[in-house]
T-cell receptor
């Protein structure tokens, strides 16, 4: 069965520290997509990145970077020089396609608190 | 360009009642998916609508039903409410049903069942 595990329930760091959020997934599909979303207190899920199963290149976007390793079924997210505005719940998600439709399977999320 | 809008933002209902939640997709999007997010948990997929038909359904009882209108907006109906239905209900819209399409989420409807 498809599954996403985010073992870190909550992480607390001091501003300007680097922090890595872990994500491990399980799937039998050979083609799939992985996502990261940010959920601020307002509740809306904000899209951060999408990565397909055939592209293992790491990606960097400003202070954000992602490390995708199929060998360990992991898709970890690193924030460099964290800021208070990064405080939120972060979700890793896996797409599952069935009959030309798809759904997102989310992990349980990691709450990040960045202290000034 | 308006994003995904949901109404109402908050709702309090009594056990056994019925509730209807509404979602307007992002302009240009034709697919709507609904998710339930219990407190402290990740969102759980309820169902997806495309071309006014339910295309895929998650592990939710028949008390959960939906509809998509010709203008692509959607409703989620929950009958015979239980205390356990208390959650944040999120609507996501996308263009098409391909798995690589980006889903845009609304701010959700916070449902409290008492």
């Amino acid at each position: 069965a498809q599954k996403v595990t985010q073992a870190q329930t909550e992480i607390s760091v001091v501003e300007k520290e680097d922090v890595t959020l872990d994500c491990v997934y399980e799937t039998r599909d050979t083609t799939y997509y992985l996502f990261w979303y940010k959920q601020p207190p307002s509740g809306e899920l904000v899209f951060l990145i999408r990565r397909n199963s055939f592209d293992e290149q790491n990606e960097i976007s400003g202070r954000y970077s992602w490390n995708f390793q199929k060998s360990t079924s992991s898709f970890n997210f690193t924030i460099t020089a964290s800021q208070v505005v990064d405080s939120a719940v972060y979700f890793c998600a896996l797409s599952e396609a069935r009959d030309s439709s798809y759904k997102l399977i989310f992990g349980s999320g990691t709450r990040l608190l960045v202290r000034p | 360009d308006a994003g995904v809008t949901q109404s109402p933002t908050h709702l309090i209902k009594t056990r056994g009642q019925q509730v209807t939640l509404r979602c307007s997709p992002k302009s240009g999007h034709d697919t709507v998916s609904w998710y339930q997010q219990a407190l402290g948990q990740g969102p759980q997929f309820i169902f997806q609508y495309y071309e006014e038909e339910e295309r895929q359904r998650g592990n939710f009882p028949d008390r959960f039903s939906g509809h998509q209108f010709p203008n692509y907006s959607s409703e989620l109906n929950v009958n015979a409410l239980l205390l356990g239905d208390s959650a944040l209900y999120l609507c996501a819209s996308s263009l098409g049903t391909a798995m690589n399409t980006e889903a845009f989420f609304g701010q959700g409807t916070r449902l409290t069942v008492v």
